[in-house]
């Protein structure tokens, strides 16, 4: 076998193996990316879930101050009209 030829041989399995390394490394950032996106991908859902139950408890909390927010017009109404019956009565003596 000529010395060249073996030479040759020798850069093409050298270049062969660096370039196995290189992917090897690549598949393994590859790999990594994937699994991190997921976890990104997750944390994502959970926050998503978590706003929507915020959403919902903002909702209730708002029905729940116009609710408290009429009443207490109600009873001011009522009251008044208590205040103006009193007043009569106080004026017809």
Do not use: C, F, Y
């Not at 073996?6 to 990594?32: M, N, W, Y």
């Not at 978590?50 to 408890?57: I, S, V």
């Amino acid at each position: 076998m000529d010395p060249d030829t073996l030479a040759l041989l020798e850069d093409k399995v050298q270049r062969a193996v660096e370039t196995v390394t290189v992917l090897r490394k690549e598949r393994d950032a590859a790999r990594q990316a994937s699994a991190g996106l997921e976890t990104l991908q997750s944390r994502v859902s959970d926050l998503t879930r978590e706003l929507d139950a915020l959403r919902a408890d903002h909702d209730a909390a708002k029905a729940e101050r116009d609710t408290l927010k009429a009443e207490r017009e109600a009873v001011k109404e009522r009251l008044q009209k208590l205040l103006t019956h009193i007043d009569r009565l106080n004026s017809d003596t």
